[in-house]
């Protein structure tokens, strides 16, 4: 039963979490008069956002939910600064392909 409120509380979070990101990247793109919707720069957001969800949700959120396995821990400091700066990279990228 927990594993299973834990599986909604996943995608409650990053379903609010992956659409305030994306509200506040298009916030930025529309203030530099970028329009990256139906390209493929869409998709680089939202993969980048749902990186950094996933790095934010194995480096904090898992701590505080209802399932309490064994095998949670943090990613490596190496792959967590090379998962963001792809990420960044990828937003960066993004209005270069509309």
């Not at 909604?8 to 529309?30: D, N, S």
């Not at 701590?63 to 090379?82: D, M, N, Q």
Request: hydrophobic share 55%; charged share 15%; glycine share 8%.
């Amino acid at each position: 039963m927990r594993a299973i409120l834990e599986l909604i509380r996943i995608i409650v979070i990053f379903f609010l979490l992956g659409e305030l990101m994306g509200a506040l990247v298009k916030l930025i793109y529309a203030r530099f008069e970028v329009n990256v919707d139906n390209t493929i720069g869409a998709w680089l957001v939202g993969l980048s956002i749902l990186t950094l969800l996933f790095i934010l949700y194995r480096n904090k959120l898992q701590y505080f939910g209802f399932y309490k396995g064994t095998g949670s821990s943090k990613l490596p400091k190496k792959v967590c600064i090379s998962l963001i700066f792809s990420s960044v990279l990828m937003l960066i990228l993004a209005p270069f392909f509309h």
